[in-house]
């Protein structure tokens, strides 16, 4: 229905445009910004029916590196580790570990996980990650190393 709707209304602007060009005089100051702002909200609602066309497809999807399943303990990511960053936080704050994982694709997988993940995740290493959210962070569970 949205994607109806928001198709409809980026006709309307062009009807605009097309009256202006027509009846109008496109030349002038006033016929130029008119027919730029008609265009400017045609664009963005267009673009808006493609996003949703795009997500009805499913093709957002295609571009995951990194595999991930849900299982009773907690959520799982496999993959090469890339690299571990690793950031200290203030007092009071747990510090946190930026993981990149691939599965040899060109894109990868972030995860952060709370605490300093540099000895329990060597870059190179392919591994499976188990963590679960605890108090809105991810805590390690278990690394399974392949």
């Known amino acids: 229905m949205v994607m109806l709707l928001s198709f409809v209304l980026a006709l309307v602007p062009l ?5 202006i060009v027509l009846y109008g005089s496109p030349l002038t100051v006033d016929g130029l910004f008119t027919s730029l702002i008609l265009l400017a909200m045609s664009g963005i609602l267009g673009m808006n029916v493609l996003l949703e066309v795009r997500k009805r497809r499913g093709t957002s999807t295609k571009g995951k590196s990194a595999t991930a399943r849900t299982t009773r303990d907690g959520l799982v990511q496999s993959g090469r580790v890339e690299s571990v960053q690793f950031f200290e936080s ?26 300093d993940m540099r000895n329990a995740l060597p ?4 591994v499976e990650v ?10 390690l569970l278990n690394v ?3």
């Open 15 to 19: 009807l605009g445009v097309v009256w």
């Open 130 to 139: 188990t963590f679960r959210k605890h108090s809105g962070h991810n805590v």
């Open 123 to 126: 870059v190179g290493q392919k």
């Open 144 to 146: 399974n190393y392949s």
């Open 90 to 115: 203030n007092v009071g704050e747990p510090n946190k570990s930026v993981v990149t994982l691939s599965n040899g694709d060109k894109s990868s997988n972030m995860l952060v996980l709370e605490g």
